[in-house]
């Protein structure tokens, strides 16, 4: 089992390594507090509530609010901003919130795109046909309801009923790797000494039924 004090300490050394590798722009460092016995909320310092993501608003609006309260644990060289959210009690993880919001501005590539055209390590940001699609990993087991709402899933682009099914809840390494393989490519391979993470797995929680759809899985 992967505890809280293990989380609070990945997330503390991913920020350090973004922000060594030049990827991180600006950051709020992990914290953690004691609710109880064995429960534990780790988040970010100056967290702020998180209505915002939820309410029917543009993306931009969305996006600004987060911005506008440094609500995030990073915000990276393109604007993107990252949450990383685990809620422990008894020891136990009963949920926990992984999120990437792309910016839908690349004001900084905008204010001073030579900086960028110079560095190939920007070479997946800057490119005219992205479009920004928020990316948010949830478990929430209390909610459960098989196929319709699995305990780990995925949801892509704020889509109300979109939920696929993943394997487990996903460590904060795990969705930082594949945030850096994905939108962030050619400086993960120029970096892949400095981003080195650990690979801690969580329990399995999808069923049956939700393993005969398609999922994500990782072992």
Request: glycine share 4%.
């Amino acid at each position: 089992m992967t505890s809280p004090q293990e989380i609070f300490k990945e997330i503390k050394e991913i920020t350090q390594k973004l922000i060594l590798i030049g990827l991180s722009d600006k950051q709020n460092f992990p914290s953690s507090t004691q609710t109880g016995k064995g429960s534990y909320k780790i988040a970010y310092s100056g967290m702020q509530d998180l209505s915002i993501v939820l309410k029917n608003v543009d993306y931009k609006e969305m996006y600004e609010e987060l911005d506008r309260n440094d609500n995030y644990n990073i915000k990276m060289i393109d604007g993107a901003l990252i949450q990383l959210m685990y809620t422990y009690e008894n020891s136990s993880l009963i949920s926990h919130r992984l999120a990437f919001f792309p910016s839908p501005f690349l004001e900084n590539f905008q204010n001073d795109p030579e900086i960028y055209e110079k560095d190939e390590i920007y070479a997946d940001i800057i490119a005219k046909n992205i479009l920004p699609v928020p990316i948010r990993f949830d478990y929430d087991p209390d909610n459960h309801q098989e196929l319709d709402h699995p305990k780990s899933h995925l949801t892509l682009g704020q889509f109300k009923n979109c939920r696929i099914p993943v394997c487990s809840p996903i460590a904060p390494s795990t969705f930082i790797s594949f945030i850096l393989r994905s939108f962030y490519n050619t400086a993960f391979k120029k970096f892949t000494a400095q981003l080195t993470f650990s690979s801690k797995l969580f329990q399995k929680t999808i069923t049956s039924g939700e393993k005969k759809i398609l999922h994500i899985a990782i072992e």
